[in-house]
């Protein structure tokens, strides 16, 4: 076997990037989507859709995501065939879907949090205004309570880049997996796992970079104090 070096690496190590990449957008995209309606659900003066809200939240942040993405690839087809449907999902489903319900149940209680935190007067002078509910989340709270959300969104997403290494165990050719490829091909532990740690800590610089730019810019939603 001819010797190799750490250029020779580096394309193997950019595929697996590359799923990793894909991995973190769309889980991210997805999990706030789930964040914000968990988040109001919890604040909703529906029962019935407070009580799911809370079940979510709580059940996903009071299991390993680990278990969660098993569960989802190797347990759910089981279920499935014991009542006659189809469950099995390929790898890449199974890790977004499992990524995004997580992300999603921490979010939430950002998004629960930041809406909450938005003062009494605000929403007393929104009733004096005759504004609806609805006129008064999207037109008062939400505006206020978003630039509060960004900083534990930016925590949040470069928690969910480091949690994408997981799905290496479903057999998903991620950038975790295909080093631990390489690693077992060369033996070559230092220098495959050196350049792993740089490419997570790159992409995590790229995703606070983005992340901070997106606060900056939702930060001029916030009225004016006077």
């Known amino acids: 076997m001819d010797e190799m070096t750490w250029l020779d690496y580096l394309p193997v190590l950019g595929q697996g990037a590359w799923v990793t990449v894909q991995l973190t957008v769309w889980s991210t995209l997805f999990g706030a989507l789930l964040a914000f309606a968990a988040g109001l659900g919890k604040l909703a003066r529906n029962a019935a859709v407070r009580g799911l809200s809370v079940a979510y939240i709580e059940i996903f942040r009071g299991t390993s995501l680990l278990v969660q993405l098993f569960w989802l690839y190797f347990a759910l087809p089981l279920v499935g065939q014991a009542i006659g449907i189809n469950l099995r999902l390929p790898p890449v489903t199974a890790g977004i879907l499992a990524l995004s319900l997580n992300i999603g149940a921490y979010g939430a209680e950002v998004v629960r949090g930041a809406v909450q935190a938005v003062t009494r007067q605000q929403y007393e002078a929104a009733r004096a205004l005759n504004f609806t509910p609805r006129q008064t989340l999207f037109r008062i709270a939400l505006p206020q ?78 009225p004016a104090q006077r």
């Open 145 to 222: 309570a978003i630039p509060e959300m960004m900083p534990p969104f930016d925590n949040l997403a470069i928690q969910n880049l480091k949690d994408t290494a997981l799905v290496s165990l479903i057999s998903l050719a991620d950038l975790a997996m295909r080093a631990e490829q390489l690693r077992n091909y060369t033996q070559d532990s230092t220098t495959i796992y050196t350049l792993v740690l740089l490419m997570y800590f790159g992409m995590a610089l790229v995703l606070t970079a983005f992340m901070r730019g997106l606060s900056s810019m939702v930060g001029r939603w916030r």
